[in-house]
């Protein structure tokens, strides 16, 4: 019951500290001219996925290989379905529609790249080259290039997502452009070393209930820690929501399950027994195909843009995340 306990306490550290984040990011997004999706999608999406890759990076230090993948991919399929969440707490429009911005689009689509890529490291022979497997090294420098897209489109827009009566344009406000920059980068950083600190408790007493309980790694990774860690990316996505911040909100969702698929890099450095990749199973693999789909129905959502209700990609979305769940459960 103390592990309980423990993980029940670091669980709500880990929401807190995104609630106060969200407010410095969306300051920052400001401040910095890089607007709300580039922010969201780059430094909201990596700080509040610290807690995620601290809880893989702990489970593959001490070999719980299942474990650290199905926490990485598991929050992905988490996150996404966050968005669902969020859009139900935005009335006025479907949120992808409101949303609206070519950099998330970019995003997405950068995501399903990763996404597989990583399945490609479980299905292919497994070679490895310094005892890592070379998809590590692909999954690199993929997400490099498409951060640095990411900021040149920013800078140098090729089109527009057409604007409607429902789109929710993302400006500076005044206010913001008056707060100093460093101390806002401070605050930023603090609050990401308090998820990473929360995270670490999360892996440890996450690996302990799988023990206690009996409950398969990838179980406990895909609905337990995958759940936790995601707590920042619900916090910080339906504040960002209220603060009327869309394109925070989901770019940080989308840019925090662009950068979850840099924990199983980062895992298959901490993983000392051969490479993550062959360590995988089919559940695991499961749960790539399933972040696959669902990014990708994402994406038809951000381009068909339905005004109203969560559309077609809500629902779906829902669906595919019920059933994965289901399987996961049923195949122990």
Request: glycine share 10%; charged share 15%; proline share 3%.
């Amino acid at each position: 019951m103390i592990e309980v306990g423990a993980f029940a306490l670091a669980a709500l550290v880990i929401a807190l500290a995104g609630v106060y984040m969200t407010r410095v990011a969306d300051t920052l997004a400001d401040r910095t001219g890089l607007g709300e999706a580039v922010v969201g999608g780059i430094l909201l999406g990596a700080a509040t996925s610290l807690s995620g890759v601290v809880t893989s990076v702990s489970a593959a230090i001490d070999g719980l290989a299942p474990l650290a993948v199905s926490n990485a991919v598991g929050g992905i399929c988490a996150q996404t379905v966050l968005l669902v969440v969020a859009d139900l707490t935005y009335r006025r429009a479907n949120l992808e529609h409101a949303a609206a911005d070519e950099k998330n689009m970019l995003q997405a689509a950068l995501l399903v790249l990763l996404l597989g890529v990583a399945l490609a490291g479980y299905v292919t022979p497994q070679l490895t080259v310094w005892a890592l497997h070379p998809v590590s090294f692909i999954l690199i420098a993929a997400y490099i290039f498409g951060v640095r897209t990411n900021v040149a489109l920013q800078e140098r827009p090729s089109w527009k997502p057409r604007q409607t009566s429902e789109t929710q344009p993302d400006g500076p406000e005044e206010e913001a452009m008056q707060e100093a920059l460093m101390p806002l980068l401070l605050k930023f950083a603090g609050l990401a070393a308090v998820l990473a600190g929360a995270g670490y408790v999360v892996a440890k007493t996450g690996a302990a209930i799988s023990a206690d309980f009996g409950i398969s790694q990838t179980v406990v990774g895909a609905l337990l820690t995958a759940t936790a860690t995601s707590l920042p990316e619900l916090v910080t996505t339906v504040a960002a929501v209220r603060r009327g911040a869309l394109q925070l909100a989901v770019g940080g969702i989308v840019g925090g399950n662009t950068f979850d698929v840099l924990f199983l890099t980062i895992s298959d450095f901490a993983y000392r027994d051969g490479s993550i990749y062959a360590a995988m199973g089919s559940r695991d693999a499961l749960l790539l195909v399933a972040g696959v789909v669902m990014t990708a129905i994402l994406l038809m959502g951000l381009i068909l843009r339905d005004r109203k209700g969560i559309g077609f990609e809500g629902i779906s979305i829902l669906a595919v995340y019920a059933a994965v769940i289901a399987l996961q459960i049923y195949l122990g």
